[in-house]
């Protein structure tokens, strides 16, 4: 591919945010039914999902990947789906992680997962270049676990994936907990519990009214406060500083240091204002908001033999015009239903 005329700088949209973080989904597939995420009413037996031509290739994501690096990014997540059901994954992020940054900054390569599969697998992605890992976990007892991924998976396969990623050096290792609620909220403190002084950075997620699929209610979703205060009356917490500009989770740690644990108040607290993430789905198209109702195609151009230079103009282009703020905007009450994309598809 030629790179006539590079535009090799970083970016910022329209309210002047940078691009900092690629977020890339490696397949629409999962082998859990998460009802907050894929309810099997509509992913069901029936659904179909991407077939392997349409999916992008691994060298088809690297190069897209080493062109927002030019324009910025230094963090890429790999998700999906379930992104360790996709064949290979390991030979992915080995590519990913041979890109250069021009600045000398170090990319890193992260990944979340529901762990269902990680206990085989740590030992490779550690060593193919994986430098975080985010688990998903909305529950220690065996009932709510099947209520919440609607699967006949075990909390024991997440539990040992955990196990076998901090043994491998994955660390620290986040483990990310959508409370819903009456349906997990009576799970809070037993993962505080479980995972204090282990190492973990605990991350409860209020549920969000992502897609169009999964019946959100203002009333299913448990505050961030409301979780803090619950936690803070059994432990009592401080606020830490967060790790950088953008931060996502609001850091607290416990008191008597049994380690840190992390609220994401997407709903009641939005974090719009400095939001740098972009998504790139399975199948190629460009997301520059979790709530999009529409991506730019990559796909059609990159394999219609587009150059590195206008690929990569295509994306700064994509981003400069980006005006997304729909959390901050969302107003449970006003919000009009519109036809928004499954996270599944886009990533999380
Ligand atoms: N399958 C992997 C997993 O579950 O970790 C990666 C993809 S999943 C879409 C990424 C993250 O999004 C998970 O931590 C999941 O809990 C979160 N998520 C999915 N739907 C959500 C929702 N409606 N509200 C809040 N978080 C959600
Ligand atoms: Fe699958 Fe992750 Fe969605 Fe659950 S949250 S259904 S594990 S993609
Ligand atoms: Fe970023 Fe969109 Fe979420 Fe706001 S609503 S934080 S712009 S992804």
């Not at 409860?204 to 979780?227: H, P, S, Y």
């Not at 199948?283 to 990559?298: E, N, P, Q, V």
Request: charged content about 25%.
């Amino acid at each position: 591919m030629n790179d006539a005329n590079p535009l090799k700088s970083a970016v910022t949209d329209t309210l002047q945010r940078p691009l900092r973080d690629l977020r890339i989904s490696v397949t629409d597939r999962c082998n859990l039914r998460c009802t907050y995420c894929m309810p099997r009413e509509v992913f069901g037996k029936g659904f179909i999902f991407l077939q392997r031509v349409e999916l992008l290739s691994f060298e088809e994501i690297t190069r897209l990947a080493r062109l927002a690096i030019d324009l910025g990014v230094r963090k890429i997540r790999l998700s999906g789906g379930e992104p360790l059901l996709r064949h290979g994954v390991e030979r992915l992020i080995e590519q990913l992680a041979g890109l250069p940054t021009t600045d000398g900054q170090p990319l890193e390569i992260a990944m979340t997962t529901n762990g269902t599969l990680l206990a085989k697998k740590a030992q490779s992605l550690k060593d193919a270049g994986l430098t975080r890992l985010t688990v998903s976990l909305d529950a220690l007892s065996a009932a709510t676990f099947r209520r919440m991924s609607d699967s006949t998976a075990s909390v024991a396969q997440v539990l040992e994936g955990i196990a076998a990623a901090q043994a491998v050096g994955l660390a620290p290792l986040k483990v990310n907990t959508v409370v819903k609620r009456s349906v997990n909220e009576g799970e809070i403190l037993p993962l505080v519990r479980h995972f204090r002084h282990n190492g973990v950075i605990l991350r409860f997620i209020e549920f969000m009214d992502v897609g169009t699929t999964n019946g959100w209610r203002l009333d299913d979703v448990v505050t961030a406060r409301e979780i803090l205060n619950r936690i803070d009356r059994e432990y009592p917490l401080r606020p830490v500083d967060p790790n950088y500009a953008g931060e996502v989770a609001k850091r607290w740690s416990f008191i008597d240091g049994g380690g840190e644990i992390g609220v994401i108040a997407s709903v009641t607290q939005a974090f719009c204002h400095d939001c740098s993430r972009m998504r790139l789905s399975t199948d190629g198209k460009l997301y520059t908001c979790l709530f999009a109702t529409a991506g730019s195609d990559l796909r059609g151009p990159l394999r219609g033999g587009e150059s590195d230079a206008a690929l990569r103009q295509r994306i700064a282009e994509v981003w400069a015009r980006r005006t997304d703020r729909y959390s901050q905007l969302r107003h449970a009450a006003t919000v009009q239903p519109v036809k928004r994309i499954e996270m599944s598809y886009i990533g999380g």
